[in-house]
């Protein structure tokens, strides 16, 4: 009778485990029929035709995107007619209503330094515009910066109400 009762059990757990394989790979063939279905369908009339802009750093053109000759790292001395500044500015990939640019701002007279994160506006080729937002540093100014690309190959930088720090920045 032991071994009777280890049998009936051997063919129940065998039993399982091909209900329990059977029963997995019925669940991945409906997945992969849906994912073919899904990758499959020609849904044209909703999905917007890409615009060629071979500058842009982001795959949907829909959306202005940083291009790239702007992303890396600019470098250079800025003025407010009383003080220079040195300003290092760095730009990242990304697109518009995000935060894609760091800078800094150091008084050479008085040492202060102001650290701003920087959310792009609105940008075009030759433009972008960023509204700053203070990380770090004591009076600092808030407001809009934009930095406009020269034949060159540098980036004329403003910054401050009215554009008041204005400067030649290069890429480092």
């Keep these: 009778m ?4 280890s049998t009936k059990d051997d063919a129940a757990r065998s039993k399982l485990v ?3 394989v059977i029963g997995g790979v019925a669940m991945a063939t409906v997945l992969v029929v849906i994912v073919a279905f899904v990758v499959g369908s020609d849904d044209s009339a909703s999905v917007a035709a890409p615009v060629d802009r071979p500058n842009d750093t982001t795959p949907v053109a829909a959306v202005w995107a940083v291009p790239k000759v702007f992303l890396g790292e600019w ?23 995000e935060e894609v640019a760091t800078s800094s701002d ?17 940008g075009t080729e030759t433009e972008l515009v960023f509204a700053a937002r203070l990380t770090g540093g004591i009076g ?33």
């Design 18 to 20: 091909r209900l329990a």
């Design 75 to 97: 470098k250079g001395v800025a003025s407010d007619g009383h003080a220079a500044h040195d300003i290092v500015l760095t730009i990242k990939s990304g697109k518009n209503a």
């Design 140 to 172: 600092c100014e808030l407001g809009i910066s934009t930095v406009e690309l020269r034949p060159d190959g540098t980036v004329t930088y403003r910054a401050g109400q009215g554009g008041a720090i204005t400067g030649t920045l290069r890429k480092s």
């Design 106 to 122: 150091t008084d050479q007279g008085s040492g202060n330094r102001c650290d701003r994160i920087g959310r792009m506006v609105s």
């Design 2 to 5: 032991g071994q009777d009762s």
